[in-house]
């Protein structure tokens, strides 16, 4: 894949953007290098915890790069930053265009709260952006200009989606960090924060973290694999002695109440697998989340919905669920659909919020 | 107990529970039931309504806990439908009991029952209880507790005395019991086998909504909001209820929209529900029961667990869309990114966070779910919220902030029970239907079986909806602090109290008038009026010796105020504020209110906590008097001590559960109170407390009677008028809810109390329409009086306020061609005088008085004294007929929506309605209007309500007379 500028800026320096989030810090930066990348085609999915690998995308005379850090080890954040003298190309950059001060666009809640930090450590300030205008400035950037990016998750297929530029709005844009923000978007810059959930991506990993003693999010992630939540949820079967309730279209094997198995029976956290654990916790809030979202879809008429956000991680069995709540409520009328890039939303708007960041007049090839 | 049981025919406690033969019954109670058999067979209702059988009933375990668990090993009911829910975590029972039909043969029944027409075949003496609904709930794991619960009381077999009404039924080879939920598909065959029954499905969704709709129509306190810890009963319109939202929380949550009765549709739910709260909650804090997680949650702290906004923005808001710095950003979101295990996190803060994830996700997707469908309403039902104040307030937080005010969140008291109500009206001949507010009266007794197994101490439900009517009790105790108040100590009171000059210290204290104090003498009563003369010396001669109860005997002594709030909270799910439904077919809404609907009996409102803590203060200083007497009245013997001693702790329950959660059992208003005290005496079977002292005033008031109606007859019209109302209010002190009035008859010197009494009559009184009402009765100038076709007294107290106030009053209305129906409690409360004592009375008055006689005749009052049949013919037609009638209510005070039928037959030709007594005409019906003429007489015996109500001072009299809307309004109307 290839994002492919026909018209180079002439000025366009090496730009890093930054998305500092409740778990995770997500960066974006131009380089001019031409070094050749392989993971370049990978989707994030695969980045752990503390890994500072990254996608590269090249920009014509340069690369995008995508790395990701957790907040709470922010310092190998600003070592990477530091190492890569990410912030002294920004600064050549504003230095030649005749800015005073050494900024960073950067954007979440983190942008606040770190901005002393990053003075003292990089001496560098924090130009803040608004987070919901990078969310959606990148979502818009990535379905406009990146293909293939979008995708449904239908029992286990991946199937990518070609948008139409001309027939993109309105949709709901569902941002899953550590809280859950959904946003109606109509156009480009003009959106609306129309509702959100506190269960997201941080009660996955926080309850999570509590429940089994992984060190990971990805850890995490990676037991519900091998995990099956009906040994520890409740289903309309166990309520109804395996008969379905047909007459409301619940079946057997519906979840009638999550973790409500764990009620009846004479066992202690010890006694159910991590496993199964991290499996009903990943379904709970998965289809909450695809539950709550088509509710707001439905309420603005919205038939597609694109979740992003670091939760996500290409995660399978996630998008399944998500995928399965969307379209169990909105009985097949409404399209959950996935973005590759779904973590670097935030971090893309806040690079494009550079005046000169050359790439919103990015086309994608026709493929 | 057996022949107090048979003595007192139409006085039954009703609102049992019963335990009998539980296996969970602790050993020691087990030995002792079958050590004790010959007490036990002592329940069989003698043909009136069930007694509690309290043969070995016990506190049992420490006295000192808060909730001891009361134990009535030997009640029984008769069963004649059982329903059930049977969830995934809970079983929920719904039962009916009634009794058998009490044939009426008292003459004074039969007679009203002639005159007014009365012909409902069903009527039965009140509380003619058509039956009563009972709540029942018991963990789904624990279900053999359940079907041991069921086997015990023969719920499956339609109860335990099912044939002795029901001679036809089979032997129930194949009972079926409707039941709904999952459980019900689930555990068929154990319901077979254990109890021989079969289970009859009903679908869960029907019940859910009809048990709803029944509610909502039917129990006027059932809905209610809660913001920020307020709690706030709603009005429902029955007209006006359709569309809502119902979102049932059990294990998981069903939304339900609801279009009409029979009409709905399932349209969303989640499975984040009460059975994730429990489930995780249990494998994250190790809690043993769901009531326990959330008591731990009361004392959480969620913003050590959740992040917060402010968390990711350091500290700031990220107000651009509408989130503040402590909006929670991800739930569990902190336990992220800290080096924390599981034990460095506090369980309450776990219990709190997980609470508010789910509730606040609920409140959500309901919200988003009547915003789909254009719904304002949403009821929260399920037994996942149990009254808990948080979860209240955080769905309707959630509601409120995402509707911007639009839609409102709305609770159930019987938020539990809906399935299982809904299951029971699924059978074929429920008798629910025709149902309407004013046929129920909910009561909350301490025994109610709501939990299986042990009944426990604290009060399972509240005053709902009464029946209404209490005395003033509190009118009475608040005597007490009144003279406190006035700085009359109560060693001032015994000082004055062998003194001539008492009454005039009182009134120079009240007036500060010392000048008054001197005419007081001389205002010349005491001359004229010879009769009360011998009052008083019958007085000191009857009152002295009330038997007393040694101080001391009732074993519990003192009770403690009623322990504040503080950090206790409420755990207990028998702490559901559900009590037990009683089914009165023959309660009417009194026909002469001029609006029914917006109609509110209580003048003081308790939501101001000031009057609540204020009331409380005085019940519970009222107390160990009362129990003393209570005890007295059963003879002082063992087994009354200790029901004594169980009334006090658990009257003491109900108020300590009141003054935590003052709403707790619907909207309280002081009639709720007083009448609550009323139930729970007579719960635990304390008929009539006053027995004897109300035997004794009326033995010395009609002693005296016949030489009052002398001087009444000496004087001309006017005079007798005004005499008469005024002794109407001057015996209207004698009322033993005061504890000063109580002192005082303890001292022997009842008549001073009423010299006093008498003394306050000088006109004009504070609420004076005497001289309208004067204008009415007796014509004005050329203008010939129009005498009342009909007039309704609602009388107070017995003895002298009866017997000296009211029935001369009766007596002059009568010899103006008025027909007279005198109104009287059906049950006892304090010393008021119920409609079974006054045909007694009337008769006894009737020897010395001819017009009382005739009249008393003509109502059929006295068929049966010693008169010749000739005699009665002969006289019948010369005179309007006196009668008497019961009001429906055991209360001090009165609830006009929900009354006898034969009041309200009464009623119908009534023109004239006169309520006397703080209770009946003050604390309640002070601002009710009528469609006809209307007199409200009272004293005020009360400071704090003297000062409120009329601006005045204790001993105060009231004197409003409102004409019929249609005539010249009254200028004291307010």
């Not at chain 2, 809970?90 to 029952?113: G, M, P, Q, T």
Request: net charge negative; charged share 25%.
């Amino acid at each position: 894949m290839e994002i492919a500028s026909p018209q180079p800026s002439t000025d366009e320096g090496s730009h890093l953007a930054l998305d500092i989030g409740g778990s995770l810090i997500k960066l974006v930066y131009s380089s001019n290098t031409s070094e050749p990348d392989d993971k370049g085609k990978q989707s994030s999915k695969e980045c752990s915890g503390v890994s500072n690998d990254s996608n590269d995308y090249p920009v014509l005379g340069g690369r995008l790069h995508f790395a990701k850090f957790e907040t709470s080890k922010i310092n190998d954040c600003l070592e990477f930053i530091s190492s890569k003298q990410l912030h002294r190309h920004g600064r050549w950059h504003h230095e030649a265009a005749g800015h005073d001060k050494d900024t960073i666009k950067a954007t979440g809640g983190g942008a606040y709260r770190f901005a002393d930090l990053f003075k003292e450590k990089l001496g560098v300030g924090l130009d803040k952006v608004d987070e919901m205008d990078c969310l959606v400035s990148g979502a818009n950037f990535l379905l406009n200009a990146v293909h293939p990016e979008a995708f449904t998750y239908i029992n286990g297929r991946e199937e990518y989606v070609q948008i139409d530029p001309n027939d993109l709005y309105p949709y709901l844009l569902v941002n899953i960090g550590s809280g859950v923000s959904m946003i109606k978007v109509d156009g480009v810059g003009k959106f609306e924060r129309v509702s959100g959930t506190s269960v997201g991506g941080g009660t996955f990993w926080g309850l999570g973290r509590l429940l089994t003693n992984c060190k990971s999010f990805d850890e995490l992630l990676e037991l519900s694999h091998n995990g099956n939540n009906r040994v520890i949820d409740m289903l309309v079967g166990d309520i109804y002695g395996g008969a379905d309730y047909m007459k409301i279209g619940l079946t057997s094997t519906t979840i009638a109440s999550s973790f409500g198995k764990a009620i009846s029976e004479n066992k202690e956290l010890g006694d159910y697998r991590p496993e199964d654990i991290s499996r009903s916790l990943l379904r709970m809030i998965s289809n909450n989340i695809g539950q709550i979202s088509y509710l707001n879809a439905l309420r603005f008429g919205l038939k597609r919905i694109f979740f992003g956000g670091f939760f996500i991680r290409g995660h399978a069995y996630t998008m399944d669920t998500i995928s399965v709540a969307v379209h169990f409520w909105s009985k097949g009328e409404a399209q959950a659909m996935f973005l590759k890039h779904e973590g670097f939303l935030g971090a893309l708007g806040a690079f494009m919020s550079y005046e000169t960041h050359g790439i919103d007049t990015i086309i994608t090839p026709s493929s | 107990m057996s022949s107090l049981t048979e003595g007192h025919p139409p006085i039954g406690i009703d609102d049992i529970n019963d335990e009998s033969k539980h296996k969970k019954l602790n050993t020691d109670v087990v030995e002792r039931e079958s050590g004790e058999r010959e007490m036990g067979h002592s329940i069989h209702r003698s043909g009136s309504r069930p007694q509690l059988d309290l043969s070995k009933a016990a506190i049992q375990g420490n006295f000192e806990e808060k909730d001891p668990t009361i134990l009535l090993p030997n009640q029984s009911d008769d069963i004649s439908h059982l329903a059930l829910d049977i969830g995934g975590s809970l079983i929920k029972l719904v039962y009916f009991s009634r009794h058998e039909d009490r044939s009426v043969n008292d003459r004074r029944k039969k007679s009203i029952k002639e005159i007014f027409g009365v012909s409902n075949c069903n009527r039965r003496s009140y509380p003619i209880l058509g039956g009563r609904l009972h709540f029942v709930k018991f963990e789904t794991t624990k279900i053999n507790e359940c079907l041991d619960f069921i086997s015990s009381k023969q719920l499956h077999r339609g109860g335990l005395d099912a044939r002795h009404w029901n001679s036809d039924a089979p032997d129930n080879e194949n009972a079926v019991i409707k039941a709904t939920g999952g459980g019900a598909f689930k555990f068929a065959d154990l319901f077979k086998e254990r109890l021989g029954v079969s289970i009859d499905k009903e679908d869960e969704m029907g019940c859910l909504v009809s048990g709803a709709n029944f509610l909502l129509k039917a129990i006027r306190h059932e809905a209610f909001t809660h913001m920020e810890g307020h709690k706030e009963f709603v009005q429902i319109d029955t007209n006006d209820l359709f569309p809502y939202l119902l979102v049932n929380i059990g294990s998981g949550v069903s939304m339900i929209k609801v279009d009409g009765d029979g009409k709905f549709q399932r349209v969303s739910g989640t499975n984040v529900g009460g059975g994730t709260y429990w489930g995780l909650g249990k494998l994250l804090t190790k809690c043993k029961s769901f009531d326990e997680l959330l008591e731990l949650s009361q004392r959480g702290d969620n913003r050590t667990i959740d992040m917060l906004v402010g968390d990711i923005y350091g500290g700031m808001d990220y107000s651009k869309i509408g989130l503040s710095a402590s909006t929670i950003a991800s739930s569990f979101g902190k336990a992220i990114s800290e080096n924390k295990n599981l034990e460095d996190y506090r369980p309450e803060d776990i219990s709190l966070s997980l609470l508010r994830m789910i509730s606040y996700n609920i409140g959500q997707i309901a919200y988003l779910n009547a915003l789909r469908f254009g719904l304002k309403r949403i009821f929260f039902g399920g037994f996942f919220i149990r009254g808990h104040a948080y979860t209240m307030d955080t769905i309707s937080f959630a509601i409120q902030f995402w509707s911007k005010g639009d839609a409102q969140a709305m609770f159930l008291r019987h938020e539990g029970f809906l399935g299982a109500l809904g299951a029971f009206m699924s059978y074929e001949k429920h008798g629910l239907d025709d149902l309407m507010v004013h046929h129920l009266v909910e009561r909350f007794p301490m025994g109610a079986p709501y939990t299986g197994g042990k009944i426990h101490g604290p009060p399972l439900g509240d005053l709902n909806e009464k029946a209404s009517g209490e005395e003033l009790v509190g009118t009475r105790s608040s005597w007490i602090s009144d003279m406190a108040d006035s700085n009359l100590s109560r060693d001032a009171w015994v000082q004055y109290s062998n003194s001539s000059n008492m009454l005039g210290s009182i009134h120079c204290k009240l007036h500060e008038n010392v000048h008054q104090l001197a005419s007081f003498q001389s205002v010349g009563f005491k001359q004229k009026i010879s009769w009360m003369e011998k009052f008083v010396r019958k007085g000191t001669e009857i009152t002295a010796p009330v038997p007393m109860a040694p101080p001391g005997t009732t074993g519990l002594g003192g009770f403690e105020v009623p322990s504040s709030k503080g950090d206790t909270l409420r755990s207990d799910a028998s702490n559901l504020n559900v009590g037990v439904l009683h089914l009165v077919p023959t309660l009417e809404v009194f026909p002469l209110l001029v609006d029914p609907k917006t109609y509110e009996p209580n003048t003081i409102d308790l939501a101001d906590h000031g009057e609540l803590e204020y009331w409380f203060t005085v019940l519970s200083e009222h107390l160990p008097d009362l129990v003393d007497k209570a005890v007295a009245s059963e003879g002082g013997t063992e087994d009354a001590k200790r029901r004594g001693d169980a009334f006090a702790r658990a009257f003491s329950a109900h108020l300590a559960r009141l003054m935590e959660e003052p709403a707790a059992y619907g909207k309280l208003g002081l009639a709720n109170l007083l009448e609550l005290r009323e139930e729970c005496l007579r719960e635990f079977q304390f008929v009539d407390a006053y027995r004897s002292i109300k035997q004794r005033e009326n033995e010395a008031s009609l002693a005296v009677l016949p030489d009052l109606l002398m001087e009444l007859d000496s004087m001309n019209e006017e005079a007798r008028l005004l005499t008469l109302i005024e002794g109407v209010l001057a015996a209207n002190i004698f009322d033993w809810g005061s504890r000063a009035c109580v002192d005082l008859y303890h001292k022997g010197t009842i008549i001073e109390i009423y010299r006093m009494s008498r003394n306050k009559m000088q006109r004009p009184w504070r609420v004076d329409d005497f001289d309208l009402f004067k204008k009415k009765v007796l014509g004005s100038g050329e203008k010939k009086p129009h005498p009342h076709k009909r007039a309704l007294l609602f009388v107070d107290n017995a003895g002298a306020d009866v017997v000296l106030g009211m029935l001369p009053l009766a007596r002059e209305l009568l010899r103006r061609g008025t027909e007279v129906v005198l109104v009287a409690n059906s049950l006892p409360a304090l010393n008021d005088v119920t409609a079974m004592e006054l045909p007694d009375i009337v008769a006894e008055a009737a020897k010395h008085c001819d017009i009382l006689r005739r009249a008393a005749e003509a109502g059929g009052l006295l068929v049966d004294v010693m008169i010749n049949a000739a005699d009665v013919n002969k006289e019948n037609s010369s005179s309007v007929p006196l009668m008497v009638v019961e009001n429906g209510c055991g209360s001090p005070c009165i609830d006009l929506r929900q009354v006898s039928s034969e009041l309200a037959a009464a009623a119908k030709d009534a023109d004239l309605v006169i309520l006397e007594g703080m209770g009946r005409s003050l604390h309640t019906n002070y601002n009710a209007q009528f469609k006809c003429d209307a007199l409200k007489l009272a004293m005020v015996k009360n400071q704090r309500l003297a000062e409120k109500l009329i601006k005045g001072n204790i001993y105060d009299c009231v004197c409003r007379y409102e004409p019929a809307s249609s005539d010249l309004q009254s200028s004291s109307l307010s």
